[in-house]
């Protein structure tokens, strides 16, 4: 089993629409969760980090569930330019950094 | 700022030659870190390192050798280039502090043939 496993999508999204995706992860012990986002292959940008509470920034908001060891982000008023995949990435012990397979998500008009 | 730059960026090699990927970051982080991407998949860690001095592996470390001799510097080996080794490889860094964010060079695209 993968450490961290994500839908691949794509995830075909109306314009102004909302859309949610999840990422699971295997290691009881991990300790920070984050979103990246990676446009065409270049390379990933922090889209945001998950706090315990979850947290919202804009139209993003982000959910932690450790007890059944999944993130979740969704996308409100979704806009083209929201075109991109989401990576799900898991901090384990060491400082470890381990990458989901990456959910892509196509914006429509 | 330059932040993470990688060199080179664009690199074909034939099977068996040996090169060097080279990783520089200007922010003083401790934590660096070597992945792989192929089409259609996330990035896979390949080595990193916690600090000056030290490297550890990733889940894709075989046929790969790292070392991290300057903190700035985080140096990724091929010994001997195989055709599967073809990817783009992207280097990263990071500071302290739980959520500290990653920051990643633009990538270097490898193809072996």
């Known amino acids: 089993r993968k450490e961290v496993e994500q839908d691949p999508g794509p995830f075909n999204v109306p314009e102004g629409a909302t859309v949610a995706f999840n990422c699971t992860y295997s290691?009881?012990?991990?300790?920070?969760f984050f979103w990246y986002r990676q446009d065409c292959r270049k390379e990933p940008k922090l889209l945001m980090s998950?706090?315990?509470s979850g947290n919202e920034d804009g139209r993003f908001t982000a959910q932690l569930n450790r007890a059944s060891q999944y993130i979740s982000l969704l996308i409100r008023d979704s806009k083209l330019s929201d075109s991109a995949t989401y990576l799900c990435?898991?901090?384990?012990?060491?400082?470890?950094?381990?990458f989901g397979g990456g959910t892509r998500v196509l914006v429509k008009p | 700022n330059a932040g993470v730059t990688q060199t080179p960026k664009f690199r074909v090699l034939k099977t068996g030659q040996s090169m060097t990927l080279l990783c520089a970051q200007d922010?003083?982080?401790?934590?660096m870190y070597w992945y792989r991407q192929d089409p259609g998949m996330g990035l896979r860690l390949i080595h990193y390192?916690?600090?000056?001095?030290?490297?550890a592996k990733g889940e894709v470390p075989d046929g790969y050798n790292v070392s991290r001799l300057k903190k700035q510097n985080f140096l990724l080996g091929l010994e001997s280039a195989a055709p599967s080794q073809t990817s783009v490889y992207f280097c990263?860094?990071?500071?302290?502090?739980?959520?500290?964010?990653?920051?990643f060079g633009q990538g270097t695209r490898l193809t072996v043939v």
């Open positions: 990263a860094s990071r500071g302290t502090g739980g959520l500290a964010e990653a920051f």
């Open positions: 290691n009881s012990a991990s300790q920070s």
């Open positions: 998950v706090y315990s």
């Open positions: 990435v898991v901090r384990s012990a060491g400082n470890k950094l381990t």
């Open positions: 922010m003083n982080h401790e934590y």
């Open positions: 390192s916690v600090g000056e001095g030290t490297t």
